[in-house]
């Protein structure tokens, strides 16, 4: 947090463990952000697992400037800047022969329950796609912008005013670079706010993205 500070300024900066243990976010001025989680995955790498990652990403009032996810365990880095494309290392993300896809879509399990999520799941399954959990959602959606996942769906919340989105930034600026933009689950254009999203060229083969309002049911 001090270096995003000592590099941008006095900026506001939004920590995950921050705001677990204070309740808001570190104070700073200006239009531009700081969005931090340090450790997301944090169940996988208690486990033993490799699946978790450090992310950042870089805000201007709601619009995403840059995106960071790192995966320690492979040392891995993918990247993204606004209108700059997405990037594994030095390899350009970009959308790959359909043959390519992969038939995985990464689904958080404290909204496997929800009718919503219910029903674009039995959707994705009738085409031919397989779900499993989320684990970190920043590196799944790493792998979407990768093609090594078909998507993933989730719900955002808020607390205190504030969304949490530290999980999740980063990965969708890198998704949506890779030519994968963020809807929500009704298959409109996502916002940055509340509620459920999903994102995947999997998703939008099984006709998710349509934007009817009708799609959830």
């Known amino acids: 947090m001090q270096l995003c500070q000592d590099f941008f300024g006095k900026i506001p900066v939004v920590a995950e463990e921050h705001m677990n243990r204070f309740g808001r976010t570190i104070p700073g001025t200006g239009p531009v952000s700081a969005v931090l989680d340090p450790l997301d995955g944090s169940l996988s790498y208690a486990s033993g697992s490799p699946r978790y990652t450090c992310t950042m990403a870089v805000k201007k009032h709601d619009s995403l400037l840059f995106g960071l996810v790192y995966r320690p365990a492979t040392e891995e880095v993918y990247l993204a800047a606004a209108g700059g494309g997405a990037y594994r290392g030095s390899e350009r993300l970009s959308a790959p022969a359909a043959s390519r896809r992969s038939p995985l879509v990464s689904v958080k399990s404290q909204i496997s329950g929800v009718p919503e999520v219910r029903a674009l799941t039995r959707r994705l399954r009738a085409a031919g ?9 920043s590196l799944k959606l ?12 989730k719900s955002l919340r ?17 998704c949506q670079e890779a030519g994968l933009p963020p809807r929500t689950w009704a ?3 996502w916002r940055p706010t509340t509620g459920g999203l999903m994102v995947g060229d999997g998703l939008r083969a ?5 934007g009817r309002s009708s799609d959830a049911r």
Do not use: F, P
């Open 129 to 137: 796609y397989r779900t499993e959990r989320m684990e970190s959602t």
């Open 142 to 153: 790493c792998w979407t912008a990768q093609r090594r996942r078909a998507g993933i769906i």
């Open 158 to 174: 808020s607390r205190h005013g504030v969304l949490c989105d530290w999980g999740t930034a980063a990965g969708l600026l890198i």
């Open 187 to 189: 298959g409109r254009a």
């Open 206 to 210: 099984a006709g998710l993205y349509t």
